[in-house]
């Protein structure tokens, strides 16, 4: 168990709708990131937030945000919904910001898929 | 865009047998990270070899970094059927705040 939680751990939706997933780092991390995984794209980099402001960017759409709240959650809106939005959400945690020079701890993941 | 580049893209072998994945990366680097993917769960962090180390070992895990080469190698040992998973490689990007991963090498380790 890496100490992130991310809910939910499946949620199934339709085309054009919009979806919060929601990630808790590890105790004591200010940083979370997100990734998307899917079969064709692989791992990617979506988006990185430091205590509550944006660090990074990657291949986030501008259909997806997210952000980081006071008590360190975070949580990646993802609208419009499109098919080829099925994938791996997943959030993972440091502790400082240098998320390429550091160890990242994953979640779970949350399954999307949209129909 | 790919950082790092697994080799090969799908091993399978008998349990008590070594594992060997490669990784090429394409820029210079701070570190080099190894995870392991079990089936459509979380990665989970194996080890890290900093750019100034060439060889480190963790268990039955021994990781190689040539930045000469810009190629690393993880050589899992005795392996068992519970190593079967997808192994990746990461390393920063140019900016050094977040990973780029390959897409993975799938080991198969059968009983």
């Known amino acids: 168990d890496s100490g992130v939680t991310q809910t939910p751990k499946h949620l199934i939706t339709a085309t054009g709708q919009r979806v919060t997933l929601r990630c808790s780092p590890r105790s004591g991390d200010l940083s979370v990131y997100w990734y998307q995984q899917s079969l064709d794209q692989g791992l990617q980099f979506l988006i990185q937030?430091?205590?509550?402001?944006?660090?990074a960017k990657g291949n986030i759409l501008e259909r997806f945000s997210a952000q980081q709240f006071p008590d360190l959650h975070s949580e990646l809106n993802l609208s419009s919904l499109e098919l080829g939005d099925s994938a791996l959400y997943f959030c993972?945690?440091?502790?400082?910001?240098?998320?390429?020079?550091?160890?990242?701890?994953f979640g779970p993941g949350t399954r999307l898929l949209v129909l | 865009s790919q950082q790092g580049e697994e080799d090969p893209q799908a091993l399978s072998i008998q349990e008590g047998e070594n594992a060997t994945m490669n990784c090429s990366y394409k820029?210079?680097?701070?570190?080099l990270q190894w995870y392991r993917q079990n089936s459509g769960r979380g990665l989970v962090h194996l080890i890290l070899?900093?750019?100034?180390?060439r060889e480190k070992h963790s268990g039955r895990l021994r990781v190689t970094l040539d930045t000469s080469k810009k190629s690393s190698s993880l050589l899992i040992t005795a392996s068992r059927a519970a190593d079967t998973a997808s192994y990746f490689c990461a390393t920063g990007n140019q900016a050094g705040t977040a990973l780029i991963f390959g897409k993975g090498t799938t080991l198969s380790v059968s009983s």
């Open positions: 070899i900093r750019s100034n180390e």
């Open positions: 820029t210079s680097i701070n570190n």
């Open positions: 937030y430091y205590n509550g402001e944006e660090r």
């Open positions: 993972a945690s440091s502790s400082r910001t240098s998320g390429g020079r550091e160890t990242q701890y």
